[in-house]
């Protein structure tokens, strides 16, 4: 009986260890989204057209910001320096939840057939 009780005890002290490891870890975590949220907001964009620098933090401006998703890309291009054909495609890739790469890295998908 009294070996019972002492596992029950540490039965109860280990789930209040895990629960208290579960909090920080999701604290942890909250507070890693919200300082990646601030490096995001502070990256530097310089579109690969018109060359013009800006931010994140421009689309409260009204600039809009777009980047090609090939990883050894890494360019970003306003919407309205876009050729027409990659306008479209990138409406396209956005209605679609898909990846958009620009014209420099896949220009086969800009082929007019």
């Known amino acids: 009986m009294k070996e019972e009780g002492e596992i029950e005890k540490i039965k109860r ?13 999701e604290q942890k975590k909250k507070a890693d989204e919200k300082m990646d949220r601030g490096k995001l ?20 401006k009204g600039i809009v910001w ?3 998703d090939e990883k ?3 360019k970003w291009y306003h919407f309205e320096c876009l050729h027409r054909s990659e306008q479209e495609y990138l409406r396209e890739s956005m209605e679609e939840g ?16």
């Open 66 to 68: 777009f980047g090609c």
């Open 72 to 74: 050894v890309c890494g």
């Open 13 to 25: 002290k280990e789930e209040r260890v895990e629960k208290r490891l579960a909090r920080e870890q």
């Open 41 to 60: 907001a502070n990256k530097k964009f310089t579109c690969g057209v018109c060359c013009m620098r800006g931010r994140v933090l421009d689309e409260s």
């Open 98 to 113: 898909e990846s958009w790469y620009c014209k420099a890295c896949k220009p086969w998908l800009y082929c007019e057939e």
